[in-house]
């Protein structure tokens, strides 16, 4: 059975930080394309990160600079550094997995594999 599952999130004031972990289980973890995305009340989901089968990352131009995608594949666990949150990073944020060798992409109708997400709320 595959699962996904969120930690780390939380309330930050603006410019504060949060790590975000998303422990994976039941699927081959090397073979597969990683992502974060984050969806707020009433918006549509987007994309945050990826991070491929060999380590290449893509960002969300809103977070470029800010985040970091990350994995360890002993552990199993995708992470998302995130610094200098603004209230605009309000959401809930869910990690995904596709089977995928090469670039990842950031539709999430193509990622097969979802966490229930964890809340990251930041406060101006």
């Not at 959401?91 to 999430?108: E, F, H, K, M, T």
């Amino acid at each position: 059975q595959v699962q996904l599952a969120e930690s780390g999130g939380g309330s930050v004031h603006a410019g504060g930080s949060l790590k975000l972990s998303c422990v994976v289980s039941g699927l081959p973890f090397a073979d597969y394309c990683l992502g974060w995305f984050r969806q707020a009340p009433g918006m549509e989901r987007e994309a945050v990160a990826q991070i491929d089968i060999d380590d290449r990352t893509t960002y969300a131009e809103s977070v470029k600079g800010r985040f970091t995608i990350s994995k360890d594949s002993a552990e199993k666990t995708l992470y998302l550094q995130m610094n200098n949150l603004s209230p605009e990073d309000t959401a809930l944020y869910s990690c995904a997995a596709v089977l995928r060798a090469g670039i990842c992409g950031d539709r999430a109708a193509d990622f097969h594999y979802w966490g229930r997400g964890t809340q990251v709320t930041v406060s101006s």
